[in-house]
């Protein structure tokens, strides 16, 4: 059986990358057990508390990222840390070599509902920049590892390190992941798209002609007939994507005029990014390629077109008219 490690070590990642994405596997699998536990291990709910984005956070939300900043803290290799869930970047070891950012649970809305939820992850090296915050502050083209897991009726891990995306079912029986697809390929075109119809009077006019294309079905000047999936976890929405094609949408909006899109670059944009160009798609902004995007902030947000070729690129097409 090809374990992670092997895999790993084949693609030439050395000892310290390997131990970063193990302990991240680690913290995943804890994660997997106590939402299959649900409302047994007492874990569903909000809390009191709001994170730097202004959500309320759910119970999992602080449980997960506490999972993964303990896992990764103890690591020698990990100089800094930077999760959906904490204000600032959090300093492991000033020898390590490697940034983290994670969102530790993705689509946490739909913990309470039992749906699919995911973790995302990123890892970069360090430039040495003494200000950590401004360490991070690097384009997603120099990720040197990015995945996430997603937990549904199984608990999938999705992995690049550079060389092609694959996916690992987490064996309960074993407690490891175990490869299931070694080379994952998104179809070049689709029929399938994902975008939160309910704010399509906030998008701007770009988004409101492709997606007003999309419906108009095989009459349109597309000429195909779409469907439409929305399950509220991006994490899930990519897997979709991942194993049958499509195309996935958070444009920006005029709910919040001044913040450029609701999701996240360093955490959910980047790495998301990273794995559906490894795997044959496309993924950018309203403007460019999501990895070319020069962060400002760790928190920063960012429009997100992403999936199958053919479609990303008629809906960059859209924006360049
Ligand atoms: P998170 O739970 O990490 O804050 O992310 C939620 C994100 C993303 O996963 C999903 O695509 C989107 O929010 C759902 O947004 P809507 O509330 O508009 O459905
Ligand atoms: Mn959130
Ligand atoms: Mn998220
Ligand atoms: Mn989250």
């Not at 950018?284 to 997100?304: F, G, N, S, Y």
Request: hydrophobic letters at 35%; charged letters at 20%.
């Amino acid at each position: 059986m090809t374990t992670i490690k092997d895999a790993l070590t084949q693609q030439g990642c050395d000892a310290s990358l390997i131990d970063v994405i193990q302990r991240i596997l680690s913290a995943s699998k804890d994660i997997s057990f106590r939402l299959q536990q649900g409302a047994l291990a007492g874990v569903l709910g909000s809390t009191e508390d709001e994170n730097v984005q202004g959500e309320t956070q759910k119970k999992l939300d602080v449980i997960s990222n506490d999972l993964l900043k303990d896992a990764l803290k103890q690591s020698p290799y990990v100089h800094g840390i930077a999760s959906e869930e904490e204000d600032f970047a959090v300093p492991g070891n000033d020898g390590g070599q490697y940034l983290v950012t994670y969102d530790p649970l993705d689509g946490s809305s739909n913990i309470d509902i039992n749906v699919s939820v995911g973790t995302i992850f990123s890892i970069m090296n360090t430039t040495g920049n003494s200000d950590l915050g401004e360490d991070f502050l690097q384009a997603g083209s120099n990720q040197v590892a990015a995945g996430y897991v997603l937990y549904g009726p199984s608990s999938i891990l999705v992995i690049t390190t550079g060389q092609g995306v694959s996916m690992w079912t987490l064996d309960h029986t074993i407690g490891e992941y175990v490869l299931t697809n070694a080379k994952v390929q998104i179809p070049e075109q689709t029929k399938e798209f994902a975008i939160n119809m309910s704010n399509q009077r906030f998008w701007a006019e770009p988004v409101q002609n492709y997606v007003a294309d999309l419906l108009a079905g095989e009459e349109g000047p597309i000429g195909k007939r779409f469907n439409m999936r929305w399950v509220a976890a991006m994490v899930a929405e990519v897997h979709r994507i991942l194993t049958r094609g499509g195309i996935f949408m958070y444009p920006w909006d005029s709910r919040e005029p001044n913040k450029p899109g609701k999701l996240r670059l360093m955490y959910e944009g980047n790495p998301m990014a990273f794995l559906v160009e490894q795997a044959g798609g496309l993924c950018c902004t309203d403007k460019e390629r999501m990895l070319d995007v020069q962060p400002t902030e760790i928190h920063q947000r960012v429009p997100v077109f992403l999936g199958s070729k053919e479609e990303v690129e008629r809906a960059a097409s859209y924006h360049n008219s």
